[in-house]
């Protein structure tokens, strides 16, 4: 069986997404939702029970997967299947589909009652209800529809205590109640009160309670080596906003680089590195990595031939104490990252909307971003950027236009020829017919406020060039100042650097550079001028 189903091309045996959508989904109104994230107060014995729950989930979604693949590769290895994936789009053709589904119970309703199958006969059935046994089956055959999509790669099973969150379904079995005016939650004798901010000065706590909780998620972190509970309350309407972040009128035009960001809107206009409180650990990180191949290949020789090179079909069985150390470094180091990304981001959105509520940017195709700029997505993640950009626009009755690149073509386009030009990537600057020059990630973020239904306003762009051109100049003069010299709202915090000031560090840095440009001066000027020693 495995060796067919690893002989099948996953590229010529995709799933059509849409039947599968209209076969496998209740359709039902939906309505818009976000989580408020809060630490659960916990005791040891709390811990202790949550642990086993917890993997006493991750067998049943092990099973569930399992069991959705096997059914995923029957059905693609069916001649039913291959005569239906032959057919033209027709009533024949979803017939045969939907009657091949049937058969080999490819659903989600059937993973389901396979899962309940399964905790009944073992141990889990002491632990887990039927609330979070469904809602994990159906997370374990979602991923393995994705990959019948083509969305996802193949997923994979679970090890030991790599399943790190378990959720209800509706108002059930996981719930929040109120006892003596706090809120706590309840999960099968447990009681896990919730700890909130007794500051809460921008009353955003007291707004997100009092909307209704459509379900409720438990969820653990491995936070500077000690395990955290939390429970994300998954909530119904828009994210309540925080009154102390305004929100400006008026067009922005956004660019957004792998390191660098570029708005403008009418009065100001901003450029600056993208997300630098964000470290570049990939060296710290790849010192671990290698740490913990040394290790494994230490504990695990006959794993390894001896060349090196792994042994195909050997298992690392064993992981020594030193390895567990390391890679809870690594992965509290991780974490710290993510944190700190998303902190940046959110600081950077809020910064970005009080200048403007209607934000122009050009939808940037991020598989392109991660082949040829990795690393520097990896630490500055610009999809999750723009979510959490759209997220806060939407909450705050803005919205984030995004514009296809294939008409407008920005970073190429001079407005006063009207021509397209190509550019290489190293070419930072945009020349004129006259000679001047523009900074090319402010030019293109300028142009984009003047965007409408993916088509660019060459006209708008003549007529309000003269007010632009200073506001981009004085940017583009301070790499990390803004125009204005108050900067957006919120100014971004930056490392040894004030709203606009130059740090001390880097006027001796400055200085530094200047003494070495005259040294390498006065080396040039001539064989009689005596020479300055090497610096």
């Not at 659960?40 to 069991?67: F, K």
């Not at 001649?79 to 589904?101: E, N, V, Y």
């Not at 104490?321 to 509290?332: E, F, G, I, T, V």
Request: glycine share 6%.
């Amino acid at each position: 069986m495995s060796q067919g189903t690893a002989a099948l091309a996953p590229k010529a045996n995709k799933i059509p997404s849409l039947f599968l959508l209209r076969y496998n989904t209740v359709m039902r109104a939906t309505t818009p939702s976000y989580i408020a994230e809060f630490p659960l107060r916990t005791s040891a014995a709390n811990e202790r029970v949550l642990a086993v729950r917890l993997e006493a989930a991750r067998h049943i979604y092990n099973a569930c997967l399992g069991e959705a693949l096997k059914r995923l590769a029957l059905m693609r290895q069916s001649t039913d299947w291959q005569a239906a994936r032959a057919l033209p789009k027709s009533t024949a053709r979803t017939a045969l589909f939907k009657t091949t589904i049937a058969r080999y119970s490819f659903t989600a309703a059937s993973i389901q009652k396979h899962a309940e199958a399964c905790r009944d006969a073992c141990w889990i059935g002491a632990h887990l209800g039927s609330h979070d046994t469904q809602t994990t089956s159906l997370r374990a055959f979602t991923a393995v529809q994705r990959h019948a999509f083509g969305k996802r790669g193949r997923p994979r099973f679970k090890g030991c205590g790599r399943l790190h969150s378990v959720e209800g379904k509706g108002d059930a079995v996981i719930r929040l109640r109120w006892q003596d005016d706090k809120p706590v939650v309840l999960w099968s004798g447990l009681v896990l009160p919730l700890l909130r901010d007794p500051r809460d000065r921008d009353g955003w706590q007291e707004q997100a309670f009092s909307c209704r909780t459509k379900y409720v998620r438990v969820l653990r972190r491995s936070v500077r080596g000690r395990t955290r509970w939390f429970a994300q309350l998954v909530q119904e309407g828009l994210a309540p906003r925080k009154e102390r972040w305004p929100v400006g009128e008026g067009v922005v035009g956004l660019d957004l680089g792998p390191s660098t960001i570029a708005a403008v809107s009418e009065t100001d206009a901003i450029l600056e590195r993208f997300c630098p409180t964000v470290a570049d650990m990939d060296r710290i990180i790849r010192r671990l990595q290698r740490a913990m191949d040394r290790s494994r290949r230490a504990t695990n020789p006959d794993a390894f031939s001896a060349d090196g090179t792994y042994r195909r079909g050997a298992r690392i069985k064993v992981r020594s104490r030193r390895y567990h150390l390391l890679q809870a470094r690594k992965a509290d180091l991780e974490r710290r990252l993510a944190a700190e990304r998303k902190r940046t981001h959110g600081e950077l959105a809020n910064r970005v909307l009080a200048q403007g509520n209607l934000i122009n940017t050009e939808k940037i195709s991020y598989r392109s971003f991660q082949k040829a700029f990795g690393r520097s997505v990896k630490r500055r993640a610009p999809s999750l950027f723009v979510s959490i950009l759209k997220r806060k626009a939407a909450s705050a009755g803005a919205s984030v236009i995004e514009f296809v690149t294939r008409t407008t073509r920005l970073s190429q386009f001079s407005h006063d020829t009207g021509a397209y030009v190509k550019k290489p990537l190293s070419q930072r600057w945009h020349m004129f017919a006259d000679g001047s020059r523009v900074q090319r990630d402010l030019y293109s973020a300028w142009l984009a406020r003047f965007v409408d239904w993916d088509r660019l306003d060459a006209s708008q762009c003549c007529a309000h060039w003269a007010a632009a051109e200073p506001l981009l100049r004085r940017a583009a003069s301070g790499f990390n100042q803004s125009t204005s010299g108050a900067g957006f709202a919120c100014p971004h915090v930056r490392q040894g650097v004030g709203a606009d000031r130059p740090s001390k560090r880097a006027g001796r840095r400055a200085e530094a550079a200047d003494a070495v440009a005259q040294a390498r001066a006065a080396e040039r000027t001539g064989p009689g001028t005596p020479r300055t020693p090497a610096l």
